[in-house]
């Protein structure tokens, strides 16, 4: 299966990962403060399979990874505000929509700034 990964362009496996990787952090979340006292350990373990998925994704793209990993980064941001609003209904402010664009800005630097 890893295999038939590898020919899955590489922007789709990062945001298969990011989504992994959030929806996973949501779901702990919810283990951990939510009133869910009989599913909690389904829960955990719903996360932990969503987690490790996000890192099997991540790491199969067939990418340098400290190049992968600025556009990882910047796509995480995006992706885990969507979810943000999604699970628990909030809205970014103003400083992580500031603080998200030099996210976002860095991950490009990081990505695709070629040294000559």
Same mark, same amino acid.
């Given at each position: 299966?890893?295999?038939?990964?590898?020919?899955?362009?590489? !922007?789709?496996?990062?945001?298969?990962?990011?989504?992994?990787?959030?929806? %996973?952090?949501?779901? !702990?979340?919810?283990?951990?403060?939510?009133?869910?006292?009989?599913?909690?350990?389904?829960?955990?373990?719903?996360?932990?399979?969503?987690?490790?998925?996000?890192?099997? *994704?991540? /790491?199969?793209?067939?990418?340098? *990874? %400290?190049?992968?990993? $600025?556009?990882?980064?910047?796509?995480? *941001? !995006? !992706?885990?505000?969507?979810? /943000?609003?999604?699970?628990?209904?909030?809205?970014?402010?103003?400083?992580?929509?500031? %603080? $998200?664009?030099?996210?976002?800005? %860095?991950?490009?630097?990081?990505?695709?700034?070629?040294?000559?």
């Amino acid at each position: 299966m890893l295999k038939a990964l590898q020919t899955v362009p590489p !922007v789709a496996l990062l945001l298969v990962a990011t989504l992994l990787e959030a929806s %996973g952090d949501a779901v !702990v979340r919810v283990a951990i403060y939510g009133r869910v006292a009989p599913l909690r350990p389904l829960l955990f373990l719903a996360g932990a399979a969503l987690l490790l998925g996000y890192g099997s *994704f991540l /790491n199969v793209a067939p990418l340098n *990874f %400290g190049r992968v990993v $600025g556009l990882y980064i910047a796509t995480l *941001f !995006v !992706v885990w505000q969507v979810i /943000n609003y999604l699970a628990f209904r909030s809205l970014p402010d103003l400083p992580i929509f500031v %603080g $998200g664009a030099l996210v976002i800005a %860095g991950g490009a630097i990081i990505t695709f700034w070629k040294p000559g």
